[in-house]
């Protein structure tokens, strides 16, 4: 799909064209992916951040959040529990930092993890942007997935989303070196953040086939109360970008083909029924909350966050009856690599 085509498309106001388009797109993932969901338990082990983005709710100068820091049995109640659940594979996320003490102490956690699963839970890390001895390290500890969100792959729009000293060429770095260190890389984009234009989401989706990503999470841009961005966005754009998110998915889909697609919780914050909906576009991967449910409201990146008050066997349940209800099944006990990081070994 040129360009063009893709711009049309994320314009495209007529509701029967786009259900074609997302049913184009759910062709394709039962292609390519089949009718299975698989899920990515997702644990927040601290909302202290080094960094200032100015979307984000949890940013260094927000001083409206209490700072936390699981401690490494909390983190192993909750991996245990995924691991005994049957999921695949967990995220470790967080705050960005980069000081020793942190580095260390993911390191041994994942060496903890691995020890607990006996080496079959896959391990996933969404910590941001490090150098590459720390991604090395991280790798020899056992990790073997890393979500990187470049956030937008317009530069320019990324400056006017982060202060001064926040780097797009550094982030795009870090997911040179990840792929390097052998990692299967994951990155994404926020969809209808301000100022960004359809040319920066064709051109966004263009960029996950040019950089041969095996892995994408994306979702609506929201605003967060307490961020310098609030205000910039109203009601009727968080509904603009839900369906704008939808089409993104479908669109990746049918580009990208046989990469693993997230379908994410932000959509759950705009529209109750949103991740369904996201795997109806063409996304196969939900990232159920595993995180204990006292550190969940100290957690959001963005308002109006989903299951603040639910446990992981609530989410767990609740998933479970969602994705039957649209005839689909849910990977348990597979780690559910992305197909396309398969074929590009098998290809190398
Ligand atoms: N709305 C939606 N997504 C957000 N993120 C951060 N803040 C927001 C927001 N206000 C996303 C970013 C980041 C990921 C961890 O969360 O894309 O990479
Ligand atoms: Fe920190 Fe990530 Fe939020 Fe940026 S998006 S402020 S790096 S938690
Ligand atoms: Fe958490 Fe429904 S997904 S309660």
């Avoid at 997302?22 to 082990?45: D, N, P, W």
């Avoid at 979500?147 to 060429?169: G, V």
């Avoid at 046989?258 to 909906?277: F, H, M």
């Avoid at 576009?281 to 308002?303: C, E, S, V, W």
Wanted: charged share 25%.
């Amino acid at each position: 799909m040129k360009r063009i085509d893709l711009i049309n498309w994320l314009s495209e106001t007529d509701p029967n064209k786009v259900q074609d388009l997302y049913s184009r797109a759910y062709a394709m993932k039962v292609k390519h992916v089949g009718k299975i969901v698989y899920f990515r338990g997702i644990i927040e082990l601290s909302n202290i951040c080094a960094k200032n983005c100015f979307y984000c709710g949890i940013r260094k100068d927000n001083d409206h959040v209490e700072r936390f820091q699981m401690t490494d049995e909390e983190v192993l109640e909750s991996a245990k529990l995924a691991f005994d659940s049957g999921y695949g594979s967990i995220v470790l996320q967080s705050g960005e930092r980069s000081d020793e003490n942190f580095v260390a102490w993911i390191e041994q956690l994942i060496g903890q993890i691995k020890k607990m699963s006996n080496s079959q839970l896959g391990l996933t890390l969404s910590l941001g942007e490090q150098t590459r001895e720390t991604y090395r390290r991280w790798f020899k500890a056992g990790a073997h997935r890393y979500l990187l969100r470049i956030e937008t792959s317009n530069p320019e729009l990324y400056q006017k989303l982060h202060p001064a000293d926040h780097s797009h060429e550094k982030r795009l770095d870090c997911l040179k070196i990840l792929r390097q260190e052998g990692f299967q890389v994951g990155t994404g984009v926020m969809i209808g953040l301000p100022h960004q234009t359809l040319s920066d989401l064709a051109d966004d989706i263009l960029f996950f086939k040019n950089f041969d990503v095996d892995m994408i999470g994306m979702g609506p841009y929201i605003s967060h109360h307490d961020t310098p961005l609030v205000g910039l966005t109203d009601k009727t754009d968080k509904a603009n970008n839900f369906d704008l998110s939808l089409k993104m998915i479908a669109l990746t889909r049918l580009v990208l083909e046989d990469v693993n697609i997230a379908s994410t919780t932000a959509l759950q914050a705009i529209d109750p029924a949103g991740r369904e909906k996201g795997l109806l576009a063409g996304a196969n991967i939900i990232m159920p909350n595993i995180t204990h449910t006292k550190y969940r409201r100290f957690y959001q990146l963005y308002d109006d966050k989903p299951c603040l008050d639910e446990n992981a066997l609530v989410c767990k349940s609740c998933l479970e009856t969602r994705i039957k209800n649209i005839g689909e099944e849910i990977g348990y006990g597979k780690w559910g690599d992305s197909k396309h990081f398969k074929h590009s070994i098998q290809e190398k």
